[in-house]
């Protein structure tokens, strides 16, 4: 989409005016360092070891439960700590 440049804040915000309805990820500082609420979108956050598929492929339905039922602005998390 050409975003590389974008960073952080930036690239929230440009998700949220595309269209986009929600993230999905594991850095789990973002409802610390960003405004959640203001960006719009729904944050789902994976708390999981490591990304490795065998650590994240049995969170998979909690995932797609939190991203049909999280709200734009507001956040969750999933998994363990």
Known sequence: MGWG???NGALL???GTEGFRALLTMDKRIP???NVRRIGLAIVIIRAPNSRMANLRPLVPEILRALR???PGHHR?????
């Open 32 to 34: 610390d360092q960003q």
């Open 69 to 71: 039922e999280t709200e």
């Open 13 to 15: 915000r440009q998700a």
């Open 77 to 81: 998390f999933v998994g363990i700590e």
């Open 5 to 7: 440049a974008l960073q």
